[in-house]
């Protein structure tokens, strides 16, 4: 965990135990909603029921899916940090930045995930907006959490017999990349692929490829087509390895 700021972060111990205890001040004001949205329940049970309800990438992934606000509590080591996703107002609120942590996000996990405490600036209802510095856009969350977080495989909504190109419309607020990434970006500008020859191209692998992919993908900058004569299946171990994390 080497360069995450864990001076704004709770250890998991105390959180744990505030939990139990019922003391988890997580809101602004006393008319928090108490249940997520009954849509984003069900994604939720069902990834609870593939094992895979501890997977960060799917949970964001399913907020987005159902444009639900939430507040995660991710573990990362002995810490816990809470962030809250405002998916249509394309801002997230949290005490640290997640761009300026990049790998350290290796081993975060979802803990926990309850309905927001904060609202997005600008809300009518004024009494649940927090600081402004604690706001940030979503992208760059998305971006780092799937190049840098724990998921090495393709989300399971893009997996399968598919090739993939970028929808450079949708990338103008995506932080920079260089090298090997920036590479595969202008290539998937310029032409449709699947995943097996993303993984071929210099400077990429399979991982890379599926890293690269989420991440475009859950920035809404992704064309996932399964009828393009280029659309293959993903390698087998992918597959395999995809529910084993």
Not at 136 to 149: E, H, K, M, S, Y
Request: aromatic share 6%.
């Amino acid at each position: 965990m080497k360069g995450f700021d864990t001076s704004s972060l709770w250890r998991v111990s105390a959180f744990n135990k505030a939990r139990r205890e019922g003391q988890l001040d997580v809101g602004l004001g006393g008319d928090r909603a108490t249940l997520l949205p009954t849509t984003l329940l069900a994604d939720l049970r069902r990834l609870h029921s593939d094992g895979t309800d501890g997977d960060v990438l799917e949970v964001i992934a399913a907020c987005l899916r159902n444009h639900e606000s939430a507040l995660l509590y991710l573990q990362l080591g002995p810490y816990v940090w809470p962030v809250t996703l405002l998916p249509r107002e394309g801002l997230y609120h949290s005490p640290r930045d997640a761009l300026a942590e990049g790998s350290a996000l290796s081993g975060l996990r979802v803990l926990g995930i309850e309905p927001p405490g904060v609202r997005a600036p600008g809300d009518a209802m004024h009494d649940r907006i927090a600081s402004a510095d604690r706001y940030r856009p979503i992208q760059g969350f998305l971006w780092t959490v799937a190049i840098n977080g724990p998921r090495r495989t393709l989300l399971d909504e893009i997996g399968g017999r598919v090739a993939y190109r970028l929808l450079a419309s949708n990338t103008r607020e995506l932080p920079p990349t260089r090298g090997a990434i920036s590479s595969a970006v202008l290539r998937l500008q310029r032409e449709a692929a699947p995943l097996r020859e993303i993984g071929s191209w210099p400077g990429m692998s399979i991982e890379r490829a599926s890293r690269l992919l989420n991440a475009l993908y859950l920035n809404g900058a992704l064309l996932v087509s399964r009828s393009h004569p280029a659309a293959r299946d993903a390698p087998v171990w992918s597959r395999f390895f995809g529910r084993r994390r």
